[in-house]
T-cell receptor, first 115, second 115 residues
Framework: NAGVTQTPKFQVLKTGQSMTLQCAQD?????MYWYRQDPGMGLRLIYY???????DKGEVPNGYNVSRLNKREFSLRLESAAPSQTSVYFC??????????????FGPGTRLTVT | QQPVQSPQAVILREGEDAVINCSSS?????VHWYRQKHGEAPVFLMI?????EQKGHDKISASFNEKKQQSSLYLTASQLSYSGTYFC????????????????FGKGTHLIIQP
């Protein structure tokens, strides 16, 4: 049981390049999330998927797109990377969909630098 | 809206107690607490639900004051392993959503435990 896995672990991009961050979970969770973490800012929600087939914007969605490929996988795409997108990106998943609220399980993160 | 955590940082000697606070300006359904060590993913500690009781395990406990929309995390007789950054994550709206819409995290409280 690997939990939440993310690839790649590290990435350096030049401004304007594109890339996709991959996330997969093997816990049969319904909900999946993408957060970014910047120094002093905490974790901020980019996009989430409450269930397979649905995606919604979070607090900071500009410059990103997502795809919920199936129940296991949720990818984050940067179409034209900018230096402001330099950050650590965390994917998370939870059972969710019903009360009470459920804990979120985080992946190990992807450290992205845009030059 | 991002919850406010206080203090921003605290340094303790091993065996001392600490309290970390989390305040929100909006009605909350739940408050989540996570701990993150440097270079690692956040790890779940506990969830407090609206109408629920104070929770705790080992020497870490938390409370949720619904009237004030505040939660506090209590660390008793701190151990070296408690060092890290503590984040509260809030689920708003006053109604259960199962956490499916993602969490709004505070900026974190840095806790350093010295021997």
């Amino acid at each position: 049981n690997a939990g939440v896995t993310q690839t790649p672990k590290f990435q350096v991009l030049k401004t304007g390049q594109s890339m996709t961050l991959q996330c997969a979970q093997d816990m049969n969770h319904n909900s999946m999330y993408w957060y970014r973490q910047d120094p002093g800012m905490g974790l901020r929600l980019i996009y989430y998927s409450a269930s397979e087939g649905t995606t919604d914007k979070g607090e900071v969605p500009n410059g990103y797109n997502v795809s919920r490929l199936n129940k296991r996988e949720f990818s984050l795409r940067l179409e034209s990377a900018a230096p402001s997108q330099t950050s650590v990106y965390f994917c998370a998943s939870s059972e969710a969909l019903a009360a009470p609220s459920y804990e979120q399980y985080f992946g190990p993160g992807t450290r992205l630098t845009v030059t | 809206q991002q919850p406010v955590q206080s203090p921003q940082a605290v340094i303790l000697r091993e065996g001392e107690d600490a309290v970390i606070n989390c305040s929100s300006s909006k009605a909350l359904y739940s408050v989540h607490w996570y701990r993150q060590k440097h270079g690692e993913a956040p790890v779940f500690l506990m969830i407090l639900l609206k109408g629920g009781e104070q929770k705790g395990h080992d020497k870490i406990s938390a409370s949720f004051n619904e009237k004030k929309q505040q939660s506090s995390l209590y660390l008793t007789a701190s151990q070296l392993s408690y060092s890290g950054t503590y984040f509260c994550g809030t689920e708003g709206g006053g109604a259960p959503g199962g956490g499916a819409d993602g969490l709004t995290f505070g900026k974190g409280t840095h806790l350093i435990i010295q021997p």
